[in-house]
């Protein structure tokens, strides 16, 4: 029996590579025509979810388990902060 990797409530960390992220990202946009939101936008909303206390893991979000770098990217996406989104 192969060993399993821990999933990501066991390990500290979630890096996901930047060619990942954006390989992703393509997939999105070819299967359901995604748009994707301006750099500044994008990056504005990253920067917000780093910041949050949601925040997990390196990269994703305790309320909604995204990854917060493709999350952010994506335009008609909001912040999933329940009490008041932060973007």
């Not at 390989?23 to 990253?46: F, H, I, N, P, W």
């Not at 995204?66 to 008609?76: A, G, S, Y």
Request: proline content about 7%.
């Amino acid at each position: 029996m192969a060993k399993q990797s821990p999933c990501k409530d066991c390990s500290e960390t979630i890096v996901v590579p930047p060619e990942k992220v954006a390989a992703m990202l393509q997939m999105l946009m070819d299967s359901r025509q995604v748009e994707l939101a301006d750099e500044e936008t994008s990056g504005k909303r990253l920067a917000q979810c780093i910041s949050c206390e949601g925040y997990a893991h390196g990269g994703t979000c305790k309320y909604c388990g995204c990854l917060v770098q493709i999350r952010t990217k994506i335009k008609d996406r909001a912040c999933p902060y329940p009490f008041n989104p932060r973007w």
